[in-house]
């Protein structure tokens, strides 16, 4: 999954500005850093179940994606 | 009293409720009032919020009624190309409610719609609301655009006569970064993923949209707080009356509504304006920045399609767009659309502006690229449309080189145009919209910095702003506003045009008048004696990053700069041999490097696929290079240092190029040493291993560099170590156990060269905030990292001419190391200092401290094409406002008999100092890239104290040799050298006819040369001026001399 999620998610995440780091995948919960414009992104959740339909697509699994965004400091407020 | 602190936006809002949001809408123009103890927040409604609401009302009239298209169908995909695809799927049904695009996701939508019934005889729209870019094909034919600031299209023209039916197909690209980051509407929408709204076909209220224009217009002049506050008022009450005659259920009454508008309001002259403001349609385009170019092909089409296609709507409009590169795109993939193009350019409503292939950045690109920027970008306009561009459209690069004022003139251009300076500047206003730009060699162009922001919606306010902060009012004539949305928002809008009608009715508006760019600049500026002179660089005082953010893309241009010259003149040698001149390809080069170049990619403001692309660019680039420079005999040059085509016994075996011929392509004696690649050489330079010698070879001509110096014979007695301290032929050194240089004495004149940290790294706090990877804070040095000494400098390698220490240093947690090579030579004054770093680091810079013996208030900077003196002190804004500049490959600081120069291969970043200057090294920013710059890097640079100043020291020669290797070719030189001028390029003309041959002249000198041959001047575009065999030349002047192609055959080899 960690290999699917650089070579084929992140890219497209980059791609429009995005950022998105594996962080790990225990018990079918997936957990992923978003940085950069995802961080603050106001409908994060959908690109999140998009994350959810491809791995399933892709590799058959079912699994819950646990987003952990980390903004930069400026935009803290 | 009343504080109003918050207005929300209304429900449901999209369109033009942003702009009023923008403009300030519902805030009492910036009045605060507060009561003794108590803030109080106004929960009632003020007359304007009043108004405000029923716009969003009468909003939602402008569709009379709606018809839904159903059946359509979806297919998602993954662009890869300029017009490639990976499909992701096959086409599926798309129904209203349906989640659709995916992170850079293209989708192709396709389906049929019919006329209804209902709408027999009546005008038909195609509507669709979306926070994507969308190109629209109605049977077939481009019918034009649907995106956030557009959301409908006018069916009738593309349907058959008599037929009610149609097919439709969709190409959308999704837009997470809306082309305005003060476009709050757009912000909300954007995101991978969207909800999809439906497409429908439908009817326009006519009455109803003509009073929202007119709304849109109203509320904006009452509520920006731009104008008169008592003709403020009055609109507010004079609309709110104009307001209650509809009937917000059925929309009856919107026409009275206009009516009384117009008896009430636009016919009331009691109040009067000034000004006068030239309105310009335009779309500014970023070919990479938050998407990758390869998007840009799609993004341009649509916006010249979307520009086209109001032009068939409003003949009198006229619109400006740029960048030669953009054209020949749409060329190239959209030819249908190009057909169509050529006609409206021919008509004069499309106007190409701006000479330069593409917008690039104007401090780095030397002085060779900007010249090829133009002659490649005027070329391919005279090629596909017949016409020279007479001015420079450069908006948003970040500040202009001195020397480009020479550049522009002779490529054709005599006007330039930048916004950045007016707007951006964050210490001192830059005196001027409308002046003559004087350059480093007294050209002089005609200049205009709009006073306000080149991407505007046409507001009235917008306008008012534009006047009110425009400098020359006092000279008269008009001032220059810019309108259209960027980045693919695709220019103008029908609204925008729609305002522009309703301008002249305003008693309070500045006079305005929509005209083409060229006109605005004729009318305005030529001959315009009033004008007054700005003699030096257009400094922006922002974005001082951008000289330093992603060193591996400055580094790569330089080096590839040289390298295309390179490649340019030897392939113009190997012609006199016999070869084919491989043009062509050379030129295909040349716009690549010139592509990445553009003032978001070159400069590293970018994301991180932008950067692959232009690393990916850069190693094709580099590979096709060497593929041409290698031609005639292979990677390297094939014949030993006696012409022998084997390696001789010993010091040469298995060498791959220790020994071998080589070519030098300066046209001047070299007088530094080479570092010449050798497996079994006692040095590691960049990864090589290799030696180091002084190789003896004339201007243009073969070199051959001596045996290397290596085994226990050598002798390395010209150096003596003792600790910490080292002596050389030059110099008595003490070093620091951090590599820094505590004494450089000079042995000869005994005169010492520090004064304060040498060669001395410091590791600053990097953050400037949003902007992160555009700017340095003028307060960056308030907080310093310590580095530590992981291992102390001492004596790594030595032989008979090069000897090496070593000193290696970590960061704070040992997040990076950074190993620093110091090379001592025994033939030539200059220190090298290698730089090899790990770099994981985030808002950290590294800068390299040079503090001086030397009392000089100026520092000397190389600009590629002569050199510009900057202050060192701060005695005024303007100086302390230049606490981090752009220079090429040298700097020097020195008194009138000596100074420190400091030679680099590829950083552009410096400070001045009292005490001379910091260089610029690397920095660690997350925005747009959170990986910029993070890994391994390696890069080199020479000091070099001197005697005398800059100019009698060589320092720009001594430059070029350290960033110019010797060339691996066997090619036979040129019988003439042009000293001592520099020859900055030479090529066979683009017509074939002309070897071209670029002298520059820049240490400041005048004089003239003979030529040796008959020859003829050119300008930069290698239009015949006149025939030359005497060349007088002055300081800092571009000179580019023709030659016949068979003159030049003939001419005996030397």
């Not at chain 2, 900007?370 to 908006?395: E, K, M, S």
Request: charged share 30%; glycine share 8%.
């Amino acid at each position: 999954l960690e290999e699917y999620i650089n070579s084929r998610i992140v890219p497209r995440i980059q791609g429009d500005g995005g950022w998105a780091e594996f962080v790990s995948y225990e018990n079918g919960e997936l957990a992923l850093i978003f940085r950069g414009e995802c961080s603050k992104c106001m409908i994060l959740e959908r690109c999140i179940d998009w994350i959810s339909q491809e791995v399933k697509r892709d590799l058959g699994e079912e699994i819950t994606v646990k987003p952990l965004p980390r903004k930069p400091f400026f935009w803290d407020n | 009293l009343i504080l109003f602190t918050a207005w929300p936006p209304l429900a449901g809002g999209t369109g033009k409720d942003r702009l009023k949001a923008r403009a300030g809408f519902g805030i009492r123009a910036g009045k605060e009032f507060s009561m003794a103890f108590v803030k109080v927040v106004r929960r009632g409604m003020l007359p304007e919020e009043w108004a405000q609401l029923r716009y969003g009302w009468v909003k939602r009239g402008i569709i009379k009624r709606k018809f839904e298209i159903t059946g359509l169908e979806i297919r998602d995909a993954l662009q890869t190309g300029e017009n490639t695809y990976t499909f992701l799927s096959d086409y599926r049904p798309l129904k209203k409610g349906d989640m659709y695009f995916s992170p850079d996701g293209t989708v192709f939508i396709k389906g049929h719609g019919a006329i209804p019934e209902e709408l027999k005889g009546k005008e038909a729209w195609f509507f669709l609301r979306t926070a994507a870019e969308m190109i629209v094909k109605i049977d077939g034919r481009y019918a034009g655009g649907i995106d956030p600031n557009r959301d409908r299209l006018l069916l009738d023209p593309w349907l058959e006569e008599g037929k009610r039916d149609f097919s439709f197909e969709i190409e959308g690209y999704n837009r997470s970064k809306p082309d305005d980051e003060r476009n709050l509407d757009t912000m909300a929408l954007r995101g991978c993923r969207q909800i999809f709204e439906g497409a429908y076909v439908a009817e326009l209220n006519r009455e109803v949209l003509s009073l929202y224009y007119d709304l849109t217009l109203l509320l904006d002049v009452a509520c920006a707080g731009t104008f008169d506050e008592e003709y403020q008022r009055f609109v507010v009450r004079e609309l709110n009356k104009a307001l209650d005659l509809i009937d917000y259920d059925s929309f009856e009454g919107a026409a009275a509504a206009s009516r009384y508008i117009e008896e009430h309001i636009y016919r009331n002259r009691d109040f009067a304006s000034s000004g006068n403001v030239a309105l310009v349609g335009h779309s500014h385009l970023d070919i990479a920045y938050y998407w990758r170019r390869i998007h840009v092909a799609q993004k341009n089409a649509r916006t010249v399609l979307i520009q086209m296609r109001l032009m068939d709507r409003y003949p009198e409009f006229r619109y400006a767009h740029t960048q030669p590169y953009t054209y020949e795109q749409l060329e190239k993939y959209y030819p249908e659309l190009f057909a169509e193009l050529k006609d409206k350019i021919k008509e004069g409503r499309f106007e190409p502006v701006g000479a330069m292939y593409v917008e690039p950045d104007c401090n780095i690109p030397a002085a060779e690229s900007l010249i090829r920027q133009c002659l490649y970008g005027q070329h391919y306009y005279r090629r596909a449309f017949g016409i020279t561009v007479d001015n420079a459209w450069l908006p948003d690069v970040f500040g202009n080189s001195w020397i480009l004022p020479q550049i522009l003139k002779k490529s054709g251009v005599d006007y330039f145009v930048s916004n950045k300076m007016s707007t951006w500047n964050d210490t001192n206003r830059f005196p001027h919209n409308h002046f003559l730009w004087k350059g480093i060699d007294g050209s002089e162009v005609y200049a205009c910095v709009p006073p306000t922001h080149f991407i505007t919606w046409n507001m009235p306010s917008q306008i008012k702003e534009n006047w009110d902060a425009y400098q020359e009012k006092e000279g008269g004539g008009q001032t220059l506003s810019m309108f259209g949305y960027g980045d693919g928002g695709s220019g103008a809008t029908e609204e925008m045009l729609e305002l522009m009608a309703r301008f002249e009715k305003l008693s309070v508006m500045p006079k305005t008048q929509h005209m083409r760019a060229d006109e605005f600049l004729h009318r305005n500026l030529k001959d315009n004696l009033g004008l007054e002179t700005w003699d030096g660089e257009l400094y922006l005082e922002m974005h001082r990053g951008t000289f330093t953010t992603k060193s591996d893309l400055k580094a790569y241009n330089r080096r590839l700069e040289f390298k295309l010259r390179d490649a340019e003149l030897i392939a113009l040698l190997r012609m006199k041999e016999g070869a084919a001149y491989p043009g062509e390809e050379l030129r295909e080069c040349y716009k690549m490097l010139l592509l990445n170049q553009f003032h978001d990619i070159l400069p590293g403001s970018h994301i991180h696929p932008v950067y692959e692309d232009a690393m990916r660019d850069y190693r094709e680039l580099e590979s096709r290079l060497d593929a041409l420079l290698g031609q005639e005999d292979g990677a390297a040059g094939a014949a030993d240092a006696l012409g022998r085509e084997d390696p001789p016994e010993g010091a040469f075996s298995g060498g791959l190029t220790a020994g071998r011929q080589y070519f030098n392509s300066l046209n001047w004696k070299r007088e530094s040493v080479a570092f010449i690649p050798w497996k079994d050489g006692p040095f590691v330079r960049k990864g090589e291993r290799g030696y180091f010698c002084l190789p003896e070879g004339e201007a243009l001509s073969a070199v051959f560099p001596g045996r290397p110096p290596v085994g226990g014979g050598d002798d390395t007695s010209w150096l003596k170590v003792e600790g910490l301290k080292a002596e050389t032929p030059f110099y008595s050194i003490r070093f620091a156990p951090d590599g820094s240089l505590e004494s450089l004495c000079d042995r000869k004149t005994g005169r010492e060269w520090t004064d304060g940290g040498f060669n001395k790294l410091h590791l600053y706090q990097d953050m400037p905030g949003l902007y992160d990877a555009w700017d340095i804070l003028p307060g960056y040095k308030d907080v310093e990292f310590p580095f530590t000494v992981e291992e102390e400098l001492h004596l790594t390698a030595v032989d008979g001419a090069a000897a090496e220490f070593t000193v290696l240093l970590k960061t704070p947690q040992d997040k990076s190391s950074w190993r620093m090579l110091l090379r001592l030579f025994k033939d030539v004054p200059g220190i090298e200092v290698e730089h090899v770093a790990d770099w994981n680091e985030k808002h950290r810079m590294v800068k390299a401290e040079f503090s001086c013996n030397v009392l000089s208030r100026e520092l000397v900077c190389d600009t590629s094409a002569g050199y510009i003196r900057r202050e060192t002190h701060k005695n005024t804004s303007w100086q302390k406002a230049r606490f981090e500049v752009c220079h090429h490959k040298w700097c020097d600081f020195a008194e009138r008999d000596g100074g420190v120069a400091v030679i680099n291969e590829g950083k552009y970043g410096l400070g001045p100092e009292e005490k001379g200057f910091s260089l610029s090294l690397l920095r660690s920013t997350i925005r747009p890239d959170i990986l910029s710059d993070m890994g391994r890097h390696d890069f080199c640079c020479l000091i070099l104290p001197h005697q005398g100043d800059a100019v009698e020291a060589k320092i720009n020669r001594r430059a070029y040799e350290f960033n110019v290797p010797l060339a691996p070719s066997r090619v036979k030189g040129l019988p003439f050298d042009f000293a001592p001028l520099y020859l900055q390029a030479a090529k066979l003309s683009e017509d074939g006819k002309y070897v071209i041959f670029r002298l520059g002249e820049q240490d400041g000198l005048r004089g003239q040369v003979r030529l040796p041959f008959k020859g003829v001047l050119m300008n930069l575009l290698e239009d015949v001026e006149r025939e030359a065999e005497i060349l007088a030349y002055k300081p800092f002047e571009i000179l580019t001399v023709g030659m016949k192609v068979e003159d030049y055959l003939e001419k005996r080899e030397k």
